[in-house]
């Protein structure tokens, strides 16, 4: 099995675009971006693109965030977005961390593999610990960040506060 993790780019093909729209648009808190046409597609990637070299807040909310895909053998199989400030509302829900797994692509250990991809990343950027906030019914999320050494560092009535140490 080849594994690829790739840095989301302006030029990102339609491999991608049809990927996205397998997705609901919120499942689990994890906001997929509603697509319906490829000139939004585009916007959205060149958009997500200058996100990731911004410093600070933009708008007073908006964090600096990195989008990558994850292929195996050729193919897109999920995405995760690493957040490289937490805000208050961040460490309230969304964390450092988000991803989610095409879902024809589920139950084969590939959010396993991404989740351990983008925690490499982190330490790439200099994050010492991540944060994901993951539903309490997402029990394949919950299992997929305690496999990557999680802990469950405290939780609220419908969500589990897992931090993952990255260095």
Known sequence: MKIHLKKLCPSDGDDIYEMLQEFPENENGFITPALTSIDAYKSW??????????TGLVDGWKVP???YWLFI???PVGYGKIRHILTDKLLADGGTIGYSIRPGQRNKGFGKILLSELIKECSDMGIEKALLTIHKNNTASIKTALDNHGVIEKSSDTLHYIWIKCC
Do not use: M
């Open 45 to 54: 990637l060149a958009d997500n693109a200058a996100s990731g070299n911004q």
């Open 65 to 67: 965030q990195t989008i």
């Open 73 to 75: 053998d050729g193919k």
